[in-house]
């Protein structure tokens, strides 16, 4: 039987579909989980790198090596093509990025042979910049055939995701597909039924659709500055009236950063900055998380600490083992102020879709809820406020996009 393949690969997690004449799947890709960290732990010594929750449990059982994570966000900047140092050998990004997906292909290849494949892909890969979006569906485009698929298309994540919501629609009607991933937010307008899925042609059906480059790590990045941070100085007062130069900690905050600051240059740095530092022993507490390389094991924890306030109003932040300072107190409302910013985004990106596909907020029937970030209660709370009347319906949150991607190929290559 013929298969047909769909990947999502994300920011945050990543997921590898198939389709048949009958049904869309999921397939198992680590320890039976159709989902898989999109993590990759490069180890030194010439050993084979290690990929997902395997990557994440070398990180922390202290192997050698280096943890990267976030390696979508190098799509369409210069940082796809820089190098990062691990064990004397300079590994460029696109080398890593590379690796990963080579890792997905061989699950593929391992349950249904083929030589087609649909990828997902943000509305936009970077914001308000056509060229440097092309330019990065173009190198993801390049590393999917490097792999081996000789047949490589693209679409949209939130449409992937409306082909998934497809499946059990009882009636036809106007859905909002919001799609809040680890480093994008899609918003689409679809038209979806039991009788159109087999159009030949659902283009007319897309009455809307928009992106923009926020996602949960993003709401990592901004918890960590207002609350893990500044117990290692961020913004602390210096002599003379100073402040700590803010880059370190917005290094140390953002995924695909952290392993920047793993240099002797930045350990000078700090050394002597702690000389001018009103509270040196918050300089040392940075000095112990940059030195010991717990960069990455902090930003689990408050990641961890995020998703805890989803279902209670405060939570322990348990850092003190990495930076030998406080266990803070985490607060849902303080989270909130945190991301007010990107909250207000996402909410004018709900806005402007609706008024894009030209309707009125009582028009659309349901708001499909998928991607990681969108369990968080502050953004169920914006959907909400924009839609009033509007039913909300929540999908597989990790697995909507590759099953509507492997649906989608079934689609264009069958």
Request: aromatic share 6%; hydrophobic share 40%.
């Amino acid at each position: 039987m013929t298969h047909y393949c769909g990947i999502d690969f994300g920011t945050s997690n990543s997921t590898v579909g198939l389709a048949d004449r009958t049904r869309a799947r999921l397939l198992p890709l680590e320890d039976g989980s159709p989902t898989l960290p999109s993590a990759v732990f490069w180890q030194t010594d010439s050993l084979p790198p290690l990929f997902g929750r395997a990557a994440i449990a070398a990180y922390l059982e202290g192997e050698d090596g280096r943890l990267m994570r976030g390696l979508k966000s190098t799509l369409g900047f210069g940082l796809i093509d820089e190098k990062t140092s691990v064990g004397g050998r300079a590994v460029a990004f696109r080398e890593v990025l590379s690796r990963f997906v080579a890792h997905l292909r061989a699950a593929q290849q391992a349950a249904a042979p083929g030589s087609s494949v649909i990828l997902g892909r943000p509305v936009h890969f970077v914001d308000d910049d056509p060229a440097a979006d092309a330019a990065a569906e173009a190198t993801l485009g390049e590393i999917a055939t490097q792999c081996g698929w000789q047949e490589v298309a693209f679409q949209y994540e939130p449409i992937a995701a409306a082909l998934h919501y497809e499946q059990t629609a009882a009636r036809e009607e106007l859905v909002l597909i919001v799609d809040i991933g680890g480093g994008t937010s899609d918003v689409s307008v679809v038209r979806v039924g039991p009788g159109r899925a087999k159009l030949p042609d659902r283009s007319e059906d897309i009455l809307a659709n928009d992106g923009i480059r926020v996602g949960g790590t993003d709401f990592d990045r901004l918890l960590s500055l207002a609350e893990a941070m500044p117990h290692l100085g961020y913004l602390a007062p210096t002599r003379g009236g100073g402040t700590m130069p803010r880059h370190y900690y917005l290094d140390l905050a953002t995924w695909h950063r952290i392993n920047a600051l793993y240099t002797a240059r930045t350990a000078s740095d700090l050394k002597a900055l702690r000389l001018l530092a009103d509270e040196p022993e918050r300089i040392d507490r940075m000095l112990r998380v940059v030195g010991g390389r717990h960069g990455h094991a902090l930003a689990m924890r408050v990641e961890a600490g995020k998703e805890a306030l989803s279902d209670s109003d405060t939570t322990r932040l348990r850092m003190s083992d990495l930076t030998g300072g406080p266990n803070p107190i985490l607060a849902r409302d303080g989270f909130e102020a945190a991301v007010e910013v990107p909250i207000a985004r996402i909410r004018a990106l709900l806005e402007r879709v609706i008024a894009d596909a030209g309707l009125a907020p009582d028009r659309i029937g349901t708001a499909f809820l998928t991607g990681g970030s969108s369990q968080l209660p502050i953004l169920r709370a914006t959907v909400a406020g924009v839609l009033p009347t509007t039913s909300i319906a929540t999908g597989d949150m990790l697995g909507s996009v590759g099953t509507g991607l492997a649906l989608e190929a079934r689609r264009r290559f069958g």
